[in-house]
C-alpha cells in the first residue's frame, strides 16, 4: 500500500510527549484545514510523492531510530495507508514508539484503540486557527485512550481562555499540552504565570517549539 507524502526526514521532535527524541518523520500530503499560523503550508500546496510502506519501513530500519512519527498535513485523511505502514514498522529495527499527529477534524476511526503501540496526538483548533465550523473533535475526543494527548496551540489570551474553559469541563484523563505560537514571547510568559497558580491548568504541559529554538523557525528537515 501506498502513502501520498510530503517528505520523510531525521530530525528532532520538538514537542509533546517525546520532545528531544531523534525521530524519523513521515509528514503526509493534504490537508482539510487552513490554520492562520500553519508552518508547514508546504505539505497542502507544495510537491508531493508516492512511497509503498515497505520503501518506507526499509528508510526507517537504515536510519536506527527509536521513534517515528507520521505528521501532515493531515495523516488521517489516508488512515488505511496509515494504518498499513504502522503495521509494517511495528517490529522493525531499533523502533520502539509511534505516534501521529492529526489536526483533530477527521473522525478518528475507532481502529485506532486497537493500536495499542501508538500514541495519537490530537488538536483542539482555537479561534485563533481562523479555521469555521470546528467541532469533529467533539466526538473524536470519546476515542482517544489514557496513552494519547490532546493540544492546543494559543495565539492570544482568547485562545488561552477557550483552551481553559475546555479542559475545566471536560478533565480528560489524557496529557494535555498548550503552545503558545512561535515568537509570541509575552503570551507564553503570561500563560505560564497563570498556570502556575491554577489548579486546573497544573496537571497540563507547556510547551514550546524546540526545532524551532535549535534551528529556527524556516528551517525544514530538522
Known amino acids: 500500500m501506498k502513502l501520498n507524502l510530503s517528505e520523510e526526514f531525521v530530525g528532532i521532535q520538538g514537542e509533546g510527549p517525546y520532545a528531544g527524541k531523534v525521530t524519523y518523520f513521515v509528514r503526509t500530503f493534504g490537508c482539510n484545514l487552513h490554520c492562520a499560523y500553519c508552518d508547514t503550508k508546504y505539505a497542502s500546496d507544495g510537491m508531493n510523492y508516492y512511497a509503498q510502506?515497505?520503501?518506507?519501513?526499509?528508510?526507517?530500519?537504515?536510519?536506527?531510530?527509536?521513534?517515528?512519527?507520521?505528521?501532515?498535513?493531515?495523516?488521517l485523511l489516508q488512515f488505511e495507508s496509515v494504518v498499513a505502514l504502522i503495521e509494517r514498522l511495528q517490529f522493525v529495527g531499533r523502533l520502539s514508539s509511534i505516534s501521529i499527529e492529526t489536526n483533530g477534524e477527521v473522525y478518528i476511526n475507532p481502529q485506532i484503540r486497537n493500536l495499542h503501540y501508538v500514541t495519537l496526538t490530537m488538536d483542539i483548533k482555537t479561534p485563533g486557527s481562523k479555521?469555521?465550523?470546528?467541532?469533529?473533535?467533539?466526538?473524536?475526543?470519546?476515542?482517544?485512550?489514557?496513552?494519547?494527548?490532546?493540544?492546543?496551540?494559543?495565539?492570544?489570551?482568547?485562545?488561552?481562555?477557550?483552551?481553559?474553559?475546555?479542559?475545566?469541563?471536560?478533565?480528560?484523563?489524557?496529557?494535555?499540552y498548550i503552545s503558545v505560537v512561535w515568537g509570541a514571547d509575552?503570551?507564553?510568559?503570561?500563560?505560564?504565570?497563570?498556570?502556575?497558580?491554577?489548579?486546573?491548568?497544573?496537571?497540563?504541559?507547556?510547551?514550546?517549539?524546540?526545532?524551532?529554538?535549535?534551528?529556527?523557525?524556516k528551517k525544514r528537515g530538522v
Not at 189 to 212: D, E, G, P
Open 53 to 75: 510502506t515497505d520503501e518506507i519501513a526499509s528508510r526507517v530500519v537504515k536510519t536506527a531510530v527509536e521513534h517515528v512519527c507520521i505528521t501532515g498535513g493531515e495523516p
Open 131 to 176: 479555521n469555521e465550523n470546528i467541532h469533529v473533535w467533539k466526538d473524536n475526543i470519546k476515542e482517544l485512550r489514557k496513552q494519547d494527548v490532546i493540544k492546543f496551540v494559543i495565539c492570544d489570551m482568547d485562545d488561552f481562555n477557550f483552551a481553559s474553559r475546555i479542559i475545566d469541563k471536560l478533565l480528560v484523563p489524557q496529557q494535555v
Open 186 to 217: 509575552a503570551l507564553l510568559k503570561q500563560v505560564a504565570t497563570i498556570m502556575i497558580s491554577n489548579n486546573t491548568l497544573k496537571y497540563c504541559n507547556l510547551q514550546i517549539q524546540m526545532h524551532k529554538v535549535i534551528w529556527g523557525p
